[in-house]
């Protein structure tokens, strides 16, 4: 085993850990930041596939995104009144069968077809960075994703603020 | 002897080599010891830059500052932090234990991380990412991570509020931050920081965007969270902040942590904004490069420490539209505008080029600026002020139309 | 070399964690976080594929942009609309969220 | 191997005695970016950027230090953290660890409710965030396109900036 698959495995593993943690934790503040250190360990794959911008932008905007989660979170439940009642449905072991099943197909399907063998090809000279600006703004590629990006986060934007600021105006409370 | 740095590492490898350690091993020998060399300076310099700015501070209030320990009291620092290391080491027993340990290692993490990629010197930096900017901000976001956990584990009143405000100041300031980064990205073309540093020949890009410059010294003031946006840790309002329930040495570390991070705003200013390593020789002398690196990120830290000895606090409010109403729309503006005269002007002369950048950004900042006293008269004409007893300071910097909206 | 199924096992097992996350829990923002989670996996299998199937083409690279942009929004707005159904309902629980049941 | 590199003609390359050879000798084979030739041994290797060379690793990528790196740094902390514990005193009290609030009593839960202006801000913090990811790669790359590249870019910014336009006029923007 090389170095960079112990590395893989460590990564792995303490991935699925947090991200089991976060999704079984029942105070959810912790649960959250559980999924952090879940999403850095992600970052670090994506580091491990040399898609350097993925790594900044997974820790930069998910850091961000998240905070609000957890601010959010102890905005509204208090914690108290939120550990007694119980985190899960009464038909949760039919999701983790579901999940586990889905697992299991993936597992079974790449057993099948054999992508077990399959080795990376050398990156290419160019800068990827490079490579993903020259792509967006190519009308020939993906001119009209990258503007359509920009219109999408404009209504979520407008949207997000529409429905939550609404709410705000009616109620201040410290 | 030009290069200092390359002729040292020469010479490791020429030690490594002949005692028979294969070049990957040496490798993985260097990369420590630089990384290791790399963190533990920048620790290590935390303990000069307390007394540096105990020194400045004092003598810009007409005090002498430090001078019992040692000469001129430069081991007061190391005096300290004897003292914080023999503190009892406390942890509230109504703490979340895991995250109250975790809050300050990431702190120190979050700004330690930055130096892994500045460029010291032509031939001396950690590394030389291609997404070198976006990491500075990626490992930013650890620090307010920190913070939150640290307000949040401590279960504190005080600690939680003082946590809340990190998140509404240091993610808004982020934004106007980014932007202002992107002014260097966008007009040498690349992302890493060694890359702008050698795109600067020549022109600065604070000179040739000095309004870009203004605005990432203001947004990572406030994203340092030091006077005049330290309202994180308002003594007078919620204690001390996020930290209040820490002590001993894990209060050191936040410390430090913030100590370090001012120093490394000077830094990213100069290698930003003010040619890094660049001066004359400096191409051919790397080890000269070093020294005027370390001038000109002493210059930036200076006048951090100067902005935070002559400044008032200001409001949280003020602190908030002044990010999202001044800094950043005038960013998008100015970034919009740069882009197009940079982009239209390729083939012209550099000094065409820049000097157009320049006006450009002097027109931006001149706009601002009228827009501002507009406003500013108008909020003075209508209700002025807000519920007294807050803890306001009259602040230039204030004077957004809303407030008056939201007073009335 | 890493092989590319264990990228895509490791994408699976998040996925799976995820859904279960986003079916089992009761509360509206863990929902969010098992969603999070989904998309991440979904994430790494794109960049795992861009990286092993074709790196020079920037397919890939840009289909997990678009798809951070989505998660993003999705997360911005599905989290005003769980302060908004608080304040009116002071419930985080979506059994509770009935608004619209007869 | 050796490494094939050109060397910029303002550098001056220290190749002053015979461990450079044997360094060579060791080097790992690697494919040239540019240039013609030799040059004496780093552990790094070289690239061409404007006017003068610079470094870059060759068997331990970028990523692979920073994680190097990142790994350090948290010793860096730790190691006071653990001094202190092992050499400060321990003598817990009723008093002593209450939680702080200026000596009076505490009331109430910690975790108080808060206002939604918090969340406000982080939440457009999050979108320009995103926004972020696309335009650091557009601002590297649009000047190797005509003009339209870098409208299209500015087009990007400007929509983004009218969300916030909107968010400003509705007062979302406004502390209170």
């Not at chain 3, 829990?25 to 998309?39: D, K, Q, S, Y």
């Not at chain 3, 993003?72 to 608080?86: P, R």
Request: proline share 5%.
């Amino acid at each position: 085993m090389t170095l960079e698959q112990i590395l893989f495995l460590v990564f792995a593993l303490i991935g699925l850990g947090l991200a089991l943690a976060s999704v079984t934790m029942r105070n959810l503040v912790r649960s959250a930041f559980a999924l952090i250190g879940c999403l850095f360990a992600v970052a670090a794959l994506f580091a491990m596939l040399d898609a350097s911008l993925f790594v900044v932008a997974q820790v930069a905007v998910y850091v961000g995104a998240i905070a609000t989660l957890i601010v959010l979170v102890v905005m509204l439940t208090r914690l108290e009144q939120q550990e007694r009642i119980p985190q899960t449905h009464r038909y949760w072991p039919a999701a983790a069968l579901l999940a586990a099943v889905i697992v299991a197909g993936v597992a079974w399907g790449l057993w099948q077809y054999g992508f077990f063998d399959q080795t990376p090809p050398a990156l290419p000279a160019a800068d990827p960075i490079v490579e993903l600006g020259r792509a967006l703004v190519d009308p020939e590629k993906f001119l009209i994703p990258f503007e359509a990006v920009s219109v999408l986060l404009l209504s979520a934007l407008i949207g997000a603020v529409l429905v939550a600021g609404g709410a705000n105006k009616k109620e201040r409370t410290e | 002897m030009g290069d200092l740095f390359t002729t040292v590492s020469n010479w490791l490898n020429g030690i490594l080599a002949e005692a028979g350690i294969p070049p990957e091993a040496a490798e993985w020998i260097f990369a420590v010891g630089r990384a290791f060399l790399l963190g533990v300076s920048g620790l290590l310099l935390v303990v000069f830059l307390i007394w540096f700015e105990r020194k400045v501070v004092a003598r810009m209030q007409d005090r002498i500052g430090p001078n019992r320990v040692g000469p001129y009291g430069l081991f007061q620092t190391l005096a300290d932090m004897l003292k914080l290391v023999l503190k009892e080491d406390m942890v509230p027993p109504q703490a979340d234990k895991i995250l109250f340990h975790l809050a300050p290692v990431l702190a120190v993490i979050g700004v330690v991380g930055l130096w892994a990629v500045i460029p010291l010197a032509a031939t001396a930096y950690g590394v030389d990412l291609n997404v070198g900017v976006l990491y500075l901000a990626a490992t930013g976001t650890l620090g307010t991570l920190g913070i939150l956990m640290a307000g949040w584990s401590s279960r504190n009143k005080f600690a939680l509020l003082g946590a809340f405000r990190t998140v509404a100041q240091l993610v808004s300031y982020s934004v106007p931050a980014m932007l202002a980064m992107l002014v260097p990205v966008m007009l040498s073309g690349t992302m890493s920081l060694a890359g702008i540093v050698a795109a600067q020949d020549g022109f600065w890009f604070g000179v040739a965007a000095p309004l870009a410059a203004l605005v990432f010294l203001i947004a990572s003031l406030a994203e340092v969270a030091r006077a005049p946006f330290e309202l994180l840790e308002a003594e007078s309002e919620i204690v001390a902040g996020f930290h209040v329930e820490y002590s001993g040495i894990r209060f050191g570390m936040f410390f430090a942590a913030e100590f370090l991070h001012a120093f490394t705003i000077g830094a990213l200013l100069a290698v930003l904004f003010l040619g890094g390593w660049r001066g004359p020789g400096a191409a051919e002398f790397p080890t000269l490069g070093a020294l005027y690196f370390a001038a000109k990120s002493f210059a930036g830290y200076f006048l951090l420490v100067w902005v935070r000895a002559t400044l008032p606090r200001i409001r949280i409010d003020q602190m908030l539209d002044f990010c999202w109403k001044v800094l950043t729309p005038a960013m998008i503006v100015l970034i919009g505008a740069l882009v197009l005269v940079n982009r239209a002007l390729a083939g012209t002369s550099m000094w065409v080029r820049n000097g157009a950048l320049l006006g450009v950004n002097v027109l931006v900042a001149a706009g601002v600026i009228s827009l501002l006293s507009r406003s500013q008269s108008q909020s003075h004409a209508g209700a002025h002020g807000r519920a007294p007893g807050k803890g306001a300071q009259p602040c230039a910097l204030a004077g957004m139309g809303d407030e008056a909206e939201a007073a009335s | 070399m890493i092989p590319l199924s264990w990228y895509l096992l490791f994408a699976a097992a998040l996925f799976g964690i995820g859904l279960y996350g986003a079916l089992a829990r009761r509360n509206a923002v863990a929902i969010l976080m098992g969603i999070e989670l989904m998309l991440n996996a979904v994430n790494l299998n794109l960049l795992a594929f861009w990286r092993y199937l074709a790196p020079a083409q920037m397919n890939g690279q840009v289909f997990a942009a678009v798809l951070l942009a989505v998660a993003a929004a999705e997360t911005a707005v599905g989290l005003s609309l769980v302060i908004s159904i608080y304040r009116l309902r002071k419930t985080v629980l979506p059994e509770e969220m009935d608004l619209m049941r007869g | 191997m050796f490494h094939v590199l050109r060397i910029p003609r303002d550098l001056k390359v220290p190749r002053d005695d015979g461990r450079i050879f044997l360094l060579y000798r060791l080097s790992p084979d690697r494919i040239p970016r540019c240039g013609v030739i030799p040059f004496d041994f780093s552990p790094h290797n070289c690239y061409h950027t404007g006017h003068f060379l610079l470094e870059k690793s060759i068997m331990i990528s970028d990523w692979g230090f920073i994680g190097i790196f990142f790994f350090l740094a948290i010793f860096f902390p730790i190691v006071p953290i653990l001094t202190g514990v092992l050499l400060g005193p321990h003598k817990p009290g009723a008093v002593k660890n209450e939680t702080y609030e200026c000596g009076i009593r505490t009331r109430g839960p910690a975790r108080i409710q808060f206002r939604a202006s918090y969340y406000l801000y982080a939440l457009v913090f999050l979108i320009f965030d995103i926004e972020a990811v696309f335009l650091f790669p557009w601002a590297v790359a649009h000047g190797q396109f005509p003009l339209y590249a870098a409208v299209e870019g500015v087009l990007f910014l400007f929509l983004i900036g009218a969300g916030l336009a909107y968010v400003w006029r509705k007062g979302s923007l406004s502390w209170r």
